[in-house]
């Protein structure tokens, strides 16, 4: 069971590609609609509308406190008892888009705060709507002040795509699972599995690292 194959990879590279090309396909899906319903959220959590307020608290406070796997079995096992049936690869992709979008919408909220409220005024004052003032005076402020933090979650974002194993999400890590099943080399299997996350993750922190400096340095001058 300790045994270290190298030639693992190579035998199941079809089945290590295929779980590969489904984690990267349900990451960039879950990170393009965590942002987005994110970025909705944060506006309702501060938006001059009592019930908008009390939708986006509820949201943030209920799913950010929940674990993701029950997020994922909520619609994996859960809808199906309403008539709706997903599979684990949808399941999947929507429980990491709802999670996540709890804690960007914090990071947002937060950036959104530490712009200077006197923008806001002057945007207004102009005759720009409450929506026209935060799509192009406000929010790219606020992602520019919260980038680190936003970036760091969609970094936990891939990770966490591991959950769809859970529900048979056909992703990396379930296929890990598989081939885990047929050759009993576990430690070769999933020292494998993390190099795999690592080709995803490490150019994703270091694009972080280079948006926020170059942002840095497009303030400055």
């Known amino acids: 069971m300790g045994k270290f194959d190298i030639t693992l990879v190579f035998d199941h590279w079809d089945r290590y590609i295929e779980g590969f090309m489904n984690t990267i396909q349900v990451s ?17 959590r501060i938006a001059p509308i009592k019930l908008l307020n009390w939708v986006g608290t509820v949201y943030v406070e209920v799913v950010r406190n929940i674990p993701l796997l029950i997020v994922v079995f909520f619609f994996y096992l859960g809808l199906p008892s309403l008539g709706i049936t997903l599979d684990g690869f949808v399941s999947g992709t929507l429980g990491l888009t709802v999670y996540t ?16 409220s006197g923008q806001s005024e002057a945007a207004r004052s102009t005759g720009l709507s409450y929506l026209q003032t935060m799509n192009h005076i406000i929010l790219p402020q606020a ?29 990396l890590m379930y296929y890990a699972d598989l081939i885990n099943s047929d050759t009993f080399l576990p430690l070769t299997v999933y020292t494998f599995v993390a190099l795999f996350y690592l080709v995803l ?21």
């Open 28 to 44: 960039i899906m879950a990170l393009i609609g965590s942002f987005v319903l994110g970025a909705i959220i944060a506006i309702f």
């Open 101 to 116: 979008a709890s804690f960007i919408a914090e990071a947002i909220r937060a950036g959104i705060q530490a712009v200077p």
């Open 143 to 171: 992602i520019k002040i919260v980038l680190p933090a936003i970036g760091n979650q969609f970094i936990n974002l891939v990770k966490n795509s591991s959950i769809l194993a859970v529900v048979a999400g056909m992703d």
């Open 201 to 221: 993750t490490v150019p994703l922190s270091f694009a972080v690292l280079y948006l926020e400096r170059r942002f840095n340095i497009a303030d400055n001058q």
